[in-house]
């Protein structure tokens, strides 16, 4: 793997650091008067979701530029021994465990299609799209009187088992629209 000038960044890269797999989230070169310059990335670690914050400066400790390959995979369902993939080419089956996959997993709907990384033969992460449909199974049916003014959000469990907040418009029975990245409301879907 040949090595990247971090100056070279930008978002949605992948390299590896560390002997780590990330995505490039942020980049903000900065050069703050007769100092040298370095570069502020935020890297989202593929194996897990974790966000964090690198600094690179000057030669030394550039990133390496990632070569891996993704595949398509559906998921398929799981049990108390993890989450169970089908890659959609060959239908090999692939388990990662919950906490391989951090938040992804309470996004996850059976037979959904997301895009799994494989870097050295080994799964690196999946990525799920921005945004997915869910049926709202349960919700409160009316919010109280009083806290009508403004924004008014409430618990609604998903078909997935998630509970997410969403208006106070929304019923047992419909569908929203959820961001993945965080399970917020978007909109009715």
Not at 22 to 35: K, M
């Amino acid at each position: 793997m040949s090595t990247i000038d971090p100056g070279r960044l930008r978002p949605g890269m992948k390299i590896v650091l560390d002997k780590q797999l990330y995505i490039v989230l942020d980049f903000n070169l900065r050069t703050p008067g007769n100092l040298r310059s370095f570069v502020v990335c935020n890297l989202r670690r593929y194996a897990d979701g974790k966000v964090v914050e690198t600094t690179f400066r000057g030669g030394a400790g550039h990133p390496e530029e990632a070569d891996f390959e993704q595949r398509t995979v559906q998921f398929l369902y799981n049990d108390q021994d993890g989450y169970y993939f089908m890659d959609t080419k060959t239908f090999d089956q692939i388990t990662l465990s919950a906490e391989y996959l951090g938040f992804s997993a309470k996004m996850l709907q059976a037979e959904a299609e997301c895009i799994m990384a494989f870097w050295d033969g080994k799964p690196a992460g999946i990525e799920l799209p921005g945004k997915m449909v869910f049926k709202v199974v349960d919700t409160m049916s009316t919010v109280s009187k009083g806290n009508t003014s403004g924004n008014v959000l409430k618990d609604a469990t998903l078909e997935n088992g998630f509970v997410a907040q969403v208006p106070s418009f929304v019923k047992t029975g419909d569908s929203i629209r959820v961001n993945t990245e965080d399970g917020s409301y978007v909109e009715r879907a």
